[in-house]
């Protein structure tokens, strides 16, 4: 299947900080790309949907200021945690849509595990 | 909703048994996916099942679909500890998730 990886895997930070987490599709295009959190044992919640060449959409509650999406490039889409606070830990997972396949199958990074102290 | 909602929430069985899980929603979908993710890892795409299709295979995995009862069932045969994971359905090209099943296999 499809790769998808994420850089950092693992993030500790300072509360006050901005991190940046990439997500890159490294054997396929992907025009649309999607950013999820996920808290522990519970649910993967969709932030914002990242097209490449546009504004990300985000979904309701998401604060855009806040969780900032690029998305530059086809094999590209970062997301920057500005101002970064206790709260904001968590695990961060992007996905990349390959529409090559069948159904727009979304393939997922391993996630990103940020802790601000 | 359009998230999938699974069930058991945990599951626990013996290397070697099979097991199933289900999953239902409520709106009309076109497909369905199912994914398993192991402990604190990104989410792997398992099986795609197709609105108009009611059984699928992929090794040791069948997926099942009733559209008319909006739910879909995951059997994994002969199982493995190495199948221990969480699984979760998405229907549609879903962005929702449910709390998934918790699979633990024991050797």
């Known amino acids: 299947g499809a790769v998808v990886s994420q850089h950092p895997s693992r993030v500790i930070c300072k509360s006050g900080t901005s991190v940046k987490i990439e997500c890159r599709s490294l054997d396929f295009q992907a025009t649309t790309m999607f950013w999820y959190r996920q808290f522990p044992k519970k649910s993967l919640m969709l932030m914002a949907t990242s097209n490449e060449g546009s504004k990300a959409t985000y979904e309701q509650g998401v604060e855009k200021d806040k969780f900032l999406i690029n998305h530059a490039s086809l094999t590209l889409s970062t997301l920057t945690v500005t101002s970064a606070h206790p709260e904001d830990s968590s695990f961060y997972i992007c996905s990349a849509q390959d529409k090559r396949g069948e159904g727009d199958t979304q393939y997922f990074g391993p996630g990103t595990r940020l802790t601000v102290l | 909703s359009q998230q999938g909602e699974e069930d058991p929430q945990a599951l626990s069985i013996q290397e070697g048994e099979n097991a199933t899980m289900n999953c239902s929603y409520k709106t009309s979908i076109n497909n369905l996916q199912w994914y398993r993710q192991n402990s604190g890892r990104g989410l792997v795409h398992l099986i795609l099942i197709r609105s108009n299709e009611r059984e699928k295979h992929s090794g040791r995995l069948r997926v099942t679909l009733d559209t008319s009862k909006k739910s879909s069932s995951l059997l994994i045969t002969a199982s493995r500890a190495a199948d221990t994971a969480s699984y979760f359905c998405?229907?549609?090209?879903?962005?929702?998730f449910g709390t998934g099943t918790s699979l633990t296999v024991i050797p």
């Open positions: 998405a229907p549609r090209n879903q962005f929702y």
